[in-house]
């Protein structure tokens, strides 16, 4: 999508307001949402692991929704594209992990996560629905809690993530050092939150979050530019459910 200049665009532009070039450039991002929600249906089917199920699932829901926005497009629409965005980034981030190594190099170095308390019906992955469509009480203290954290942690998003640890200078170390209790809170508050909210996919993608921001922080005394994509999906899935808020007016 980022080809056709689609992150160039001006998602305050409505559809009555579109010029035919913009009109053809949305109807093809529909196109492709539309054809990757069907591809990410067999995904979810043969994922053995329940929450990447849940990821997939609510990627083609908010993909599709999405889509079908584009239709008669406002302005509101874009938060659907923008939870779409951040549950890709968290499933590509989680994949990445594995494939370097920094999974499973970190994961035991991180207590289990308790189970999920409750049950839930399976989806369907051929029609799966959003988890968020209603405003939730527990969304503006999320979106509190995930404006303090970026306010807490500007300092550390200015050390460059490709330089090894043992490469950094002595104030990019003590910034590293000082960030470790910020995002072990951050990591305890958010889950928190996600049990809060009484939603059990929220309740996972917080979890999923916390777990991947603590093997971040266990990683960062030694730290290797692969255990970045930890943080990665650790801060898109805290993004996804802030933007999945967004959606239903928080």
Known sequence: MAS?????RDPTIPASDWPPALRSQYEAVATVLNESADRSSELARKTPHRVMRELYEQFIAYSREYAERIRSYTPEANG???VTVGLAATLTAVCDAVRSGA??????????????????????PDNPQRFLKDLNPVCSQWLNTAKQFGDDTAAWRSVDPNIP???LDANQRAI????MSVMEANAMETQLLGKQSSNPI???IATLSAQYR???VSALTTYQPADNDLQIAASSAIGTVSEACRTVGA
């Open 4 to 8: 056709n200049g689609w992150n160039d």
């Open 80 to 82: 659907f594209a923008l």
């Open 103 to 124: 999974a499973g190099a970190r994961s035991p170095l991180v207590p289990d996560a308790p189970p999920p308390s409750g049950s839930m019906a399976k989806a369907d």
């Open 165 to 167: 640890g043992n490469e």
């Open 176 to 179: 590293n050092a000082s960030v």
């Open 202 to 204: 929220w309740a996972d």
């Open 214 to 216: 603590r093997a971040y």
